[in-house]
């Protein structure tokens, strides 16, 4: 779940696609976590998650379900991955 503030129709469609992408990005690093821990057999992390759309003065928010984090994770994991220009292994790192 990501919350984020409703502008009555006027949302910016770039600023949401930055709060999804940062909620795709809590799920990367929760299942790298849950990887790491080696929890992989007894928890899995979804795909999916909600916007929450808060409004001022008000306690009625909008809730967008269903929201497909997937991609953001794995364009966040292959950007994680990728090599850095000029950088160089570790002296015994295979």
Do not use: C, W
């Amino acid at each position: 779940m990501k919350a984020y503030p409703d502008r009555g129709g006027f949302t910016d469609t770039i600023e949401l696609a930055t709060a999804r992408a940062q909620a795709g990005t809590y799920v990367h690093v929760l299942e790298r976590t849950i990887e790491r821990l080696g929890l992989t057999r007894d928890l899995l992390v979804a795909d999916d998650g909600f916007l929450v759309l808060t409004r001022p003065a008000s306690n009625q928010p909008s809730v967008r379900g269903g929201e497909d984090l997937a991609p953001t994770g794995v364009r966040h994991n292959t950007a994680h991955n990728r090599p850095v220009a000029g950088a160089r292994r570790p002296r015994g790192a295979s």
